[in-house]
């Protein structure tokens, strides 16, 4: 969990850092072009079976979470180059709450007391953020908390899919698709969709080569890793455990944000976050197996 930890904070960092000098569509084709690379270098390695194997007899359910999770992933690198990243990272744990609503529409399941109980208490803090936080545009909230939808949208998509093949198959056909469709974003799309802002500094020095090119290979070493050492963790503890480590992304995002970039998280958000990460504790507690709900961790680029 800690390799997890560490990618997804060198992820949200180097999103930041390359937002002064890349649009939102050139740092996602970027991130796609490394992962398709990084992919398909791990299944031409592998096993011969393991290659015949990649092309599934149906296309038709990788093309639609692959063209979400393009959607999503747009939506969440431009809340991580534009909104504290404090806050982002609080936003992406309503996750659950996204999950439940899709499992009631799709699979009429309901989740149990405990359950209950915390996604009304993470609802709760989400509307705390949405209506007390006015430090932030609420258009631009909107636009993170529809990045998390969508994202834990495409995660049960995955959990689909990786019941019925491997996850690096997945993972390959999935940038396989994205790759076209971003190239056609950054031929067709105005620049001044998303103009770069000013470009983040360090609050130490630094030369300016050296963090463009240390944020471009975290960006596109940690995007697989995070994925690989999540899907490992998995298997060695409990979604309490998993939970409660994950958690641990908001404090370090936080003091990472500080540290490097001399950001401080508005005063706002204590009481909310803290609001949303109790909900998210209580929604994972063990609960007996006939009714239990595994929220779904969702909102990662």
């Given at each position: 969990?800690?390799?997890?930890?560490?990618?997804?904070?060198?992820?949200?960092?180097?999103?930041?850092?390359?937002?002064?000098?890349?649009?939102?569509?050139?740092?996602?084709?970027?991130?796609?072009?490394?992962?398709?690379?990084?992919?398909?270098?791990?299944?031409?390695?592998?096993?011969?079976?393991?290659r015949?194997?990649?092309?599934?007899?149906?296309?038709?359910?990788?093309?639609?979470r692959?063209?979400?999770?393009?959607?999503?992933?747009?939506?969440?690198?431009?809340?991580?180059?534009?909104?504290?990243?404090?806050?982002?990272?609080?936003?992406?744990?309503?996750?659950?709450?996204?999950?439940?609503?899709?499992?009631?529409?799709?699979?009429?399941?309901?989740?149990?007391?405990?359950?209950?109980?915390?996604?009304?208490?993470?609802?709760?803090?989400?509307?705390?953020?949405?209506?007390?936080?006015?430090?932030?545009?609420?258009?631009?909230?909107?636009?993170?908390?529809?990045?998390?939808?969508?994202?834990?949208?495409?995660?049960?998509?995955?959990?689909?899919?990786?019941?019925?093949?491997?996850?690096?198959?997945?993972?390959?056909?999935?940038?396989?698709?994205?790759?076209?469709?971003?190239?056609?974003?950054?031929?067709?799309?105005?620049e001044?969709?998303?103009?770069?802002?000013?470009?983040?500094?360090?609050?130490?020095?630094?030369?300016?080569?050296?963090?463009?090119?240390?944020?471009?290979?975290?960006?596109?070493?940690?995007?697989?890793?995070?994925?690989?050492a999540?899907?490992?963790?998995?298997?060695?503890?409990?979604?309490?455990?998993?939970?409660?480590?994950?958690?641990?992304?908001?404090?370090?995002?936080?003091?990472?944000?500080?540290?490097l970039?001399?950001?401080?998280?508005?005063?706002?958000l204590?009481?909310?976050?803290?609001?949303?990460?109790?909900?998210?504790?209580?929604?994972?507690?063990?609960?007996a197996?006939?009714?239990?709900?595994?929220?779904?961790?969702?909102?990662?680029?």
């Amino acid at each position: 969990m800690s390799a997890y930890l560490a990618s997804y904070l060198a992820i949200a960092l180097s999103i930041r850092l390359l937002s002064g000098y890349l649009t939102i569509i050139e740092i996602g084709l970027l991130r796609s072009v490394g992962s398709l690379a990084i992919a398909g270098a791990a299944v031409w390695a592998g096993e011969a079976e393991q290659r015949r194997n990649v092309l599934p007899p149906k296309l038709r359910e990788d093309v639609v979470r692959s063209v979400l999770h393009l959607a999503g992933s747009l939506a969440l690198i431009w809340s991580l180059a534009h909104l504290p990243l404090a806050l982002v990272t609080t936003i992406e744990f309503s996750g659950p709450l996204f999950a439940a609503i899709l499992l009631f529409l799709v699979l009429r399941r309901r989740p149990g007391i405990g359950a209950a109980l915390g996604l009304a208490v993470l609802a709760t803090g989400i509307g705390l953020l949405v209506f007390r936080l006015d430090a932030v545009p609420d258009h631009d909230l909107a636009i993170a908390i529809g990045a998390v939808a969508i994202l834990t949208t495409t995660n049960l998509m995955l959990a689909r899919l990786a019941a019925q093949r491997s996850t690096l198959s997945i993972v390959l056909l999935m940038h396989a698709i994205q790759l076209p469709l971003y190239l056609l974003l950054w031929f067709f799309v105005p620049e001044q969709w998303s103009p770069p802002p000013q470009p983040y500094r360090l609050a130490f020095d630094i030369p300016e080569l050296a963090v463009i090119g240390g944020a471009v290979l975290a960006l596109i070493v940690g995007g697989f890793v995070s994925q690989a050492a999540l899907a490992n963790a998995s298997r060695h503890a409990t979604p309490l455990q998993l939970c409660s480590a994950d958690t641990l992304r908001v404090p370090l995002i936080t003091l990472a944000a500080y540290l490097l970039l001399a950001e401080l998280p508005p005063a706002e958000l204590l009481l909310p976050g803290l609001w949303v990460l109790c909900g998210v504790v209580i929604t994972s507690l063990p609960v007996a197996a006939g009714g239990k709900l595994r929220p779904e961790q969702a909102g990662r680029a």
